[in-house]
């Protein structure tokens, strides 16, 4: 009986301890599939993300980006169809108007420059009343001198820029509403897209657009040597003289928007003027209401001397183009080539 009672109590331990560990099993096994937490993204409060609705607040500054690009428009590494989609939202949030600098990234450093002005940065501005000038980040101070940058102009002048480092769209549709309304635009295109379509580049010029320079392969240039961000620049610029014969424009757009003041400084010794804009969309991605969104963020945003950027690839920006151009000659601006512009003094 002795020995009965012992193997019981023997088997109900054994029972416990079995039970106890496939707990613990099944416990580690709800960990290890349960989804990591991801940051949230850039932006909130007192920012503008992609042209939309932002408070005068102080905007909040941008987790690190991917490295990219940032979207912001999976342009790391050119590709056979490139994108302006952002591999992460947290990238285009801080890209086209999201919440300004984007800390801890920094370039490769050359003799001589100082951390501090490696610092990346992205691009933003803050949306103030309709038919108000934005504001800008603080350090648009340093862009003087050898920093040449414009971000808005002054005047009843518009300044259409559109950015090519993705798809060319519907480019029949683009150059007729252009044309029809008499309006002149300014081309940022990147070289993939002069070599995949020389015939619409000549287009451009011929119709009396400016041409500027967007770099070959539409690369995060904040994560390049000094020398790379050369060779981007140059190697664009003799593409664009071999197709046109004509020198490309003196101005130059930093692909997704992200920057440092030493490399506003490298391009401005090269010869040209960096240039951002007061007017942006999330126009990379599809459009909730499909034409009528551009031509509400661009209505509602209309100001002064405004630097509008509009992606070519979007299909809705190329239906809603028309009506824009005639809307804001209706109200009394006149669409120019940044050769034109006036900087606020």
Not at 104 to 120: E, V
Not at 266 to 275: E, H, I, N, P, Q
Not at 283 to 288: I, L, M, Q, S
Request: with cysteine; aromatic share 8%.
């Amino acid at each position: 009986m002795r020995g009965q009672v012992s193997s019981w109590i023997c088997l109900s331990v054994l029972a416990s301890i079995l039970v106890s560990c496939s707990g613990q099993e099944s416990g580690s096994s709800e960990r290890a599939l349960s989804p990591a937490k991801t940051p949230s993204p850039v932006g909130g409060q007192g920012s503008l993300n992609a042209g939309g609705e932002g408070s005068a607040a102080t905007p909040v500054p941008a987790a690190e980006e991917p490295k990219l690009s940032a979207n912001p428009d999976t342009a790391a590494k050119p590709q056979a169809a490139p994108t302006e989609a952002a591999p992460s939202r947290t990238a285009t949030d801080a890209v086209y108007g999201g919440s300004g600098t984007t800390p801890a990234t920094t370039a490769p450093q050359s003799p001589g420059s100082a951390a501090g002005d490696r610092k990346t940065l992205s691009w933003y501005y803050m949306k103030k009343g309709k038919g108000q000038v934005p504001r800008f980040p603080a350090d648009t101070a340093a862009m003087t001198g050898d920093r040449k940058a414009l971000w808005v102009g002054t005047g009843k002048k518009v300044y259409l820029t559109i950015d090519t480092g993705g798809a060319l769209g519907d480019k029949e549709e683009l150059l007729r509403a252009l044309k029809d309304n008499g309006a002149k635009a300014n081309f940022f295109i990147a070289g993939y897209n002069v070599k995949k379509d020389p015939e619409f580049i000549r287009r451009i010029v011929q119709d009396g657009h400016l041409l500027a320079n967007h770099t070959m392969t539409h690369k995060d240039m904040t994560l390049m040597t000094d020398d790379e961000v050369r060779k981007e620049i140059t190697d664009f610029a003799a593409l664009v003289k071999e197709v046109t014969g004509q020198p490309d424009a003196p101005y130059f757009r930093f692909p997704y928007g992200r920057y440092s003041q030493h490399l506003v400084k490298l391009v401005s010794d090269m010869g040209y003027t960096s240039v951002f804009w007061s007017t942006a969309m999330r126009d990379w991605e599809p459009r909730k209401n499909g034409a009528e969104d551009p031509y509400n963020d661009i209505m509602g945003n209309l100001h002064e001397g405004n630097i509008i950027l509009m992606h070519q690839g979007s299909p809705e920006n190329i239906e809603a183009l028309d009506r824009i151009v005639r809307s804001i000659q209706q109200a009394g601006y006149t669409f120019a080539r940044l050769d034109e512009l006036e900087p606020p003094k």
